[in-house]
């Protein structure tokens, strides 16, 4: 069978796929900052035969495989951005580049999409169908890569869209399934309050923004538990609180950062709107001014009913029933939301976690790693998805 044989071949590609996934890792590029990794992703393409179009919505790479007879078009997606993140592993592939590093493992999502486009270049011609290959950049930073890629018409004529993220949470050998809301939309916001400032030892004279701003800390944290319906979930998360110069003098400004993370539309607005009218306010019932910039981030990632359950289904083929997992949303962000809202598909997450290689560090850890196995295990399942998409069945 057609799909054995790929599985056969992607397994001969391992060291090569190791090597390029250990060479990007030593050799990390920022988010918006893409330079060099979408060169060797386009050259690598090219190399197979590929059709490629580079410098799309910035720094993305599209490649187009056109099979042998007509059909349907499938995407898949992978990112290649990395953190400004010190890497504190001791291994052979460390980072290269001080304060950078791929922290989450788009080194490994980019290393395992190559691997299927060159075993599906192989076969182009017994391919019922194309299959779009986007290599994103800039998916750790709003606005992200994304939304320009698809204004840059990377979806264009292609009907399904499919991704997969490694998951250090989830054991190497397992795929964990989401069905519906799988990711949460991500905003942030700024606030920053006005007061008077004075002498320490006369705050009858002041108006305080330390203690203005103490007290709309403490207000937001009421948003989620008294005004958001408990069925939906929500986040208010204050990350930074900044007043202040001196022990005996009080601050006459202050600064408030924060995020805000929902999958209802309708919360998201109440959240927003919530945080304008408290901060404005609190701070108007103290003689304090406030300036809220509120931004919108990413949507939420949203699982199309049918490609989650396909999915679903060839995942238990492959790694075996007990092995797919059904794991609970999760409150991060992703921009793979984008693509969702604008085709049916679905986002993956598959193993990477592997005690006795420490790969058990969180995302966005210095020392996060993953077992590069599950190079071969989104290899295999975009490859499957792939073959039955285009078998119309």
Request: proline share 5%.
């Amino acid at each position: 069978m057609l799909d054995s044989r790929l599985f056969t071949r992607l397994d001969e590609l391992f060291p090569e796929l190791i090597e390029f996934r250990r060479d990007l890792h030593m050799n990390p590029e920022l988010s918006f900052k893409e330079v060099n990794t979408p060169k060797k992703v386009q050259s690598f393409l090219e190399g197979l035969g590929i059709e490629v179009k580079s410098n799309v919505g910035g720094s993305g790479v599209v490649g187009y495989l056109k099979g042998g007879k007509p059909g349907k078009t499938i995407a898949l997606r992978a990112d290649f951005d990395a953190l400004p993140i010190q890497d504190e592993k001791e291994v052979e592939y460390k980072s290269q580049v001080p304060g950078v590093m791929h922290a989450c493992g788009h080194d490994l999502h980019t290393a395992s999409l190559l691997g299927v486009a060159k075993i599906l270049s192989e076969v182009k011609d017994e391919l019922n169908g194309n299959v779009v290959f986007i290599h994103q950049f800039a998916e750790e930073q709003i606005p992200g890569g994304a939304k320009s890629m698809i204004e840059d018409g990377c979806l264009d004529s292609v009907d399904i869209i499919y991704g997969a993220h490694v998951w250090t949470p989830l054991s190497v050998g397992t795929v964990g399934i989401v069905e519906g809301n799988t990711m949460a939309a991500g905003d942030s916001f700024e606030i920053e309050i006005s007061g008077k400032g004075g002498h320490g030892a006369q705050p009858h004279l002041t108006v305080d923004a330390v203690t203005v701003g103490v007290q709309l800390v403490s207000s937001l944290q009421q948003i989620v538990s008294r005004k958001v319906d408990p069925l939906n979930p929500a986040v208010v998360t204050v990350g930074t609180f900044n007043s202040g110069q001196a022990f005996n003098i009080i601050a006459d400004k202050a600064k408030i950062t924060g995020t805000v993370r929902t999958f209802d539309e309708n919360t998201r607005d109440l959240i927003e709107e919530s945080i304008k009218k408290i901060a404005a306010t609190t701070c108007e019932g103290s003689g304090a001014r406030a300036r809220v910039d509120y931004t919108r981030g990413y949507p939420a990632v949203w699982n199309h009913p049918g490609p989650i359950k396909k999915a679903e289904y060839l995942a238990q083929t492959l790694v075996g029933e007990e092995n797919v997992i059904k794991v609970k949303p999760s409150m991060g962000m992703e921009d793979f939301a984008y693509y969702l809202k604008e085709i049916p598909g679905a986002f993956l997450f598959v193993g990477g976690r592997n005690e006795e290689i420490q790969a058990t560090y969180p995302h966005h850890h210095p020392k996060f790693d993953v077992d590069e196995r599950a190079i071969l295990h989104i290899g295999k399942l975009f490859t499957s998805i792939v073959l039955d998409f285009l078998s119309n069945k």
